[in-house]
């Protein structure tokens, strides 16, 4: 099965730059989208297709791609934006949807 | 306003069926395909599957294969998923999701709050 690698944990203080990553063979070729989810909340789409912002998303928040690892990056961080990150892929192979198993950021 | 709510959660033994629904407004229903995600307690995020705009095509995850199917009525704006042979496994918030466009393969903008499915006897 198609499987997308984040790190389970991530602890800043504010003003930090947070860094994601998301790992998986062949996401090179795949457009990569991240969402922000916050305690008892649906998830919010904040970077689609690799690197593009939804309206109303600040600009602190960026994506990238290199090979097979995708990042979002979120520079100083604030209080409200800790979170679960979640990266998602469309595996075109398979005509399924894969999401990366999260990443919790938490401000110290 | 794009608005998404699902319904039709609650406690169900094991073995047995549910059927969830997700009421859509804001948006042409009819020209989007619409998914289901789910989400364990204190887990992340499951994909469940997808419908096409005009119910013509669906894809699921090979969790759900064979179990669940999903169904809709344009005419009432409203998406289902059904549910068979429950298991504990199952025991999650569904949400339903809107892709940015019409098609299947984009990122999903609007999600439903959920319906919270437990499998317990």
């Known amino acids: 099965s198609y499987v997308l690698t984040q790190s389970p944990s991530v602890s800043l203080a504010p003003g930090q730059t947070a860094r994601f990553s998301c790992g998986g063979n062949n996401i090179a070729s795949e457009s990569v989208h991240w969402y922000q989810q916050k305690p008892g909340q649906a998830p919010v789409l904040v970077v689609y297709d690799d690197s593009a912002r939804p309206s109303g998303i600040p600009e602190r928040f960026s994506g990238a791609k290199a090979g097979n690892t995708a990042t979002l990056t979120i520079s100083s961080v604030e209080a409200g934006d800790e979170a679960d990150y979640y990266c998602q892929v469309w595996h075109s192979s398979r005509d399924l949807w894969v999401f990366g198993g999260g990443t919790k950021l938490t401000l110290l | 306003q794009v608005q998404l709510v699902e319904s039709g959660g609650g406690v169900v033994q094991p073995g047995r069926s549910l059927r969830l629904s997700c009421a859509a407004s804001?948006?042409?229903?009819?020209?989007?395909?619409i998914h289901w995600v789910r989400q364990a307690p204190g887990k992340g995020l499951e994909w469940v599957g997808v419908i096409s705009y005009d119910g013509s095509s669906k894809f699921y995850a090979d969790s759900v294969k064979g179990r669940f199917t999903i169904s809709r009525d344009n005419s009432r704006n409203t998406l289902y998923l059904q549910m068979i042979s429950l298991g504990g496994e199952d025991t999650a918030v569904y949400r339903c999701?809107?892709?940015?466009?019409?098609?299947?393969?984009?990122?999903?903008?609007?999600w439903g709050q959920g319906a919270l499915v437990t499998v317990s006897s």
């Open positions: 999701a809107k892709p940015r466009s019409g098609s299947n393969y984009e990122a999903f903008d609007y």
């Open positions: 804001g948006f042409t229903f009819s020209h989007y395909d």
